[in-house]
């Protein structure tokens, strides 16, 4: 865990996927053909906070729909990409924007998919439904499930890390 903590103090840019990590995976059609998803609340606040402490926010999703960039802007998230066929190009574009190193990010993802940026970045993270195959590659796997408080975890992780996470609680304490 100590290797993991030098890693997360390191984090100025959290990048996220979504399906399977900040949704439980499920895609949902209704009789129009509309898709919708199911996004945690606790994750959503877990950002905020994380955000609050100056830590940037990002999502890379393979794929692009309508309730991810309604999620992405209601949480304010400073660098959205969505329908990435290539993620390791995402990935060096979002970097040369921010001018931030690969170092200073984290990743969480679910898929193959997700391995370009997790072998990539100073601290790569899978939630536990990800096959072997990705979870292998990465620093940390989360105790909680994709769309079910995994972000949170990583959130409050980077935090503690950081030494920010008491002062965000002291403020529901006062």
Do not use: W
């Not at 990800?130 to 994709?146: D, I, S």
Request: aromatic residues 6%; hydrophobic residues 40%.
């Amino acid at each position: 865990m100590r290797m993991i903590s030098e890693q997360a103090r390191k984090v100025k840019l959290l990048i996220m996927d979504v399906d399977g990590v900040m949704t439980d995976g499920r895609i949902y059609y209704d009789a129009r053909g509309e898709e919708s998803k199911s996004f945690y609340v606790q994750d959503g606040l877990g950002l905020r906070l994380l955000q609050g402490t100056g830590v940037q926010l990002a999502i890379i999703s393979g794929r692009a729909d309508r309730c991810v960039e309604h999620r992405a802007q209601a949480l304010k998230i400073d660098h959205y990409y969505g329908g990435v066929h290539d993620k390791k190009v995402a990935l060096a574009e979002l970097l040369d924007k921010t001018g931030l190193s690969a170092e200073q990010c984290a990743f969480i993802g679910d898929d193959l998919i997700d391995l370009p940026i997790l072998t990539r970045v100073g601290l790569a993270v899978a939630v536990p439904e990800a096959p072997p195959q990705v979870r292998q590659h990465c620093h940390y796997v989360t105790g909680n499930p994709g769309g079910h408080g995994a972000v949170r975890e990583l959130a409050e992780l980077i935090m503690q890390a950081q030494g920010t996470f008491e002062g965000v609680l002291a403020r529901y304490l006062a």
